[in-house]
């Protein structure tokens, strides 16, 4: 890091009082970016199906995996609390606010069936989620594509 950076370690440990609180930042970092991203699209004006269908959608490196989700798999990060963390409120957000688009959905009545928001984003996070990990096990975006794909006919099935 210090070599990429162009700096030496007095630099480094003036900004981060170890490697601890670099690897958290690092992790933070990651989490604020994704849930950015999350957002720009989350917001955007459409339908609920709309919205999450371009979430779904929206451009990915599938074949590199989700940057938190790969940090989920770090044993270093899973066993430490404060590294997890930034992981835990990530999904949780996201899922909430997954949830909150279709609620907005439900309450303009975009669906002709009801669904429960809360358990339904759950899902969508993990079809990403899972999608990218059947993707990288086959060296292929297609089974990301397919897990997608299945999403959104099920809430086009509610539609």
């Known amino acids: 890091i210090q070599q990429r950076a ?6 480094m440990y003036h900004h981060f009082g170890s490697k601890a609180e670099l690897a958290l930042t690092a992790v933070r970092r990651s989490a604020e970016q994704q849930r950015a991203t999350a957002e720009a699209v989350l917001s955007a004006p459409g339908t609920a199906v709309e919205r999450i269908g371009a979430y779904l959608l929206r451009e990915r490196q599938v074949l590199r995996g989700c940057p938190v989700g790969r940090l989920a798999q770090d044993p270093d990060i899973v ?3 404060a590294l997890r963390q930034p992981l835990e409120e990530t999904f949780a957000w996201l899922q909430a606010r997954i949830a909150d688009v279709l609620a907005e959905g439900l309450a303009r009545g975009e669906f002709r069936s009801p669904l429960d928001p809360a358990e339904t984003a759950s899902a969508v996070v993990a079809v990403v989620q899972g999608g990218y990990v059947l993707a990288r096990s086959a060296d292929s975006a297609e089974p990301f594509d397919r897990a997608v794909s299945g999403a959104l006919a099920l809430l ?4």
């Not at 162009?6 to 630099?11: K, T």
Request: glycine residues 24%.
């Open 156 to 159: 086009a099935a509610h539609n």
């Open 6 to 11: 162009g700096v030496g370690q007095g630099s």
């Open 79 to 81: 066993a430490d609390a």
